[in-house]
């Protein structure tokens, strides 16, 4: 049974009654931040923040709510100021993780993933992000063994998929790649950016098996999503 998404119409009604209610305004933020609407969100992560700056859950929500924004700098900040303060919260490590990740600081990300995996040893998200970070320093047999980890916890994961992947393809093991790929990129679980990576990675597989018209139309996919990435 998957879970109950909240309500945010629900939550406003609520949040009238009990304006200064924290949990009432994280769990509207959350709510407007996954349907798209940054705006709303940004009114509740900020206003639980002002009643409430040294929580870790509101350093953390108003963190990913500025990466969202496009302000990396701020969400670190964010996020380090939560781990001092918990520094037993696997959270604030996996997601100043990615974001070192997103600006090319590779050993402080793998510091950061191997810090959220201490704390939380079943963390396939942190498990997969380590993973992709040595598949792209070629260290394949540890992201071999850690996309593996992510995979028992969490069966299709998707950045474990890919990064098991690219292993077999970096192996030989073209056809392998190929079925992993192409079940993946059925999936709508990918990221833009992952999305770019594996139809890329299909593409290779698909020209090395010489399938050219095939490795020839995810190319394509590969450059629109791409461009679909980038900024207008």
């Excluded at 009604?13 to 924290?22: E, K, T, W």
């Excluded at 510091?111 to 380590?130: C, K, S, W």
């Excluded at 999305?195 to 098996?209: C, D, F, I, M």
Aim: net charge positive; hydrophobic share 45%.
């Amino acid at each position: 049974m998957k879970p109950v998404r909240p309500d945010p119409a629900a939550l406003r009604r609520q949040l009238v009654q009990n304006p200064q209610d924290l949990q009432l305004l994280q769990q509207l933020g959350a709510a407007c931040a996954q349907q798209g609407d940054l705006h709303t969100a940004a009114v509740c992560f900020e206003k639980a923040f002002r009643l409430a700056p040294e929580d870790p859950s509101v350093l953390n929500n108003l963190a990913l709510l500025r990466k969202r924004q496009g302000n990396p700098g701020a969400a670190i900040a964010l996020l380090e100021k939560a781990q001092g303060i918990a520094p037993r919260m696997p959270e604030a490590h996996y997601n100043a993780a990615t974001l070192y990740a997103l600006l090319g600081q590779g050993a402080r990300a793998e510091q950061a993933y191997r810090r959220a995996i201490e704390r939380r040893p079943a963390y396939p998200d942190a498990l997969a992000g380590l993973a992709q970070l040595c598949e792209g320093r070629h260290d394949l047999v540890s992201a071999e063994h850690y996309a593996k980890r992510a995979l028992v916890l969490a069966p299709g994961h998707p950045v474990a998929t890919l990064v098991r992947a690219i292993v077999d393809q970096r192996a030989g093991h073209h056809q392998q790649a190929i079925g992993r790929l192409r079940a993946l990129l059925d999936t709508p679980r990918l990221t833009p950016a992952n999305r770019t990576l594996a139809w890329g990675a299909l593409g290779r597989s698909l020209e090395r098996q010489q399938d050219y018209a095939g490795a020839f139309a995810a190319f394509v996919q590969a450059n629109d999503c791409l461009y679909a990435t980038l900024p207008a």
